[in-house]
């Protein structure tokens, strides 16, 4: 059974930093080499909406990650495999940055983990 359990998350001020975690169990990403694994985020009363997403396998697009474009260069996605952990660092945050923050593998959700930037 496979279980996706975001943490991290937090309160901090603008210009802050958080590293989010998604822990995936009951599968390994390397039975999924052409699937992507997700960061998602939902603000307050918006929908839920892309954030980055990096390729299970490493040598599939030269390990590309695909950022939105409002996060590029302040979000890096990283993941370790032996850990089959995926990482959201979060940097130079920004108030608009607020929402729930989700992970996303093959359709599976976890409860996300909520993330509050403001002064």
């Known amino acids: 059974q496979v279980q996706v359990v975001e943490s991290g998350g937090g309160s901090v001020q603008p210009g802050g930093s958080l590293r989010l975690s998604c822990i995936i169990s009951?599968?390994?990403?390397?039975?999924?080499?052409?699937?992507?694994i997700g960061w998602y985020r939902q603000p307050p009363g918006n929908q839920r909406q892309l954030v980055a997403t990096i390729p299970t396998f490493d040598g599939r697009n030269s390990g590309g990650r695909n950022y939105a474009d409002s996060v590029k260069g302040r979000f890096t996605i990283s993941k370790d495999n032996a850990k089959n952990t995926v990482y959201l660092q979060m940097n130079s945050l920004k108030p608009e940055d607020t929402a729930v923050y989700y992970c996303?593998?093959?359709?599976?959700w976890g409860q996300g983990t909520q993330v509050t930037v403001s002064s």
């Open positions: 996303n593998f093959r359709g599976y």
């Open positions: 009951g599968v390994s990403f390397s039975a999924f080499p052409y699937d992507d």
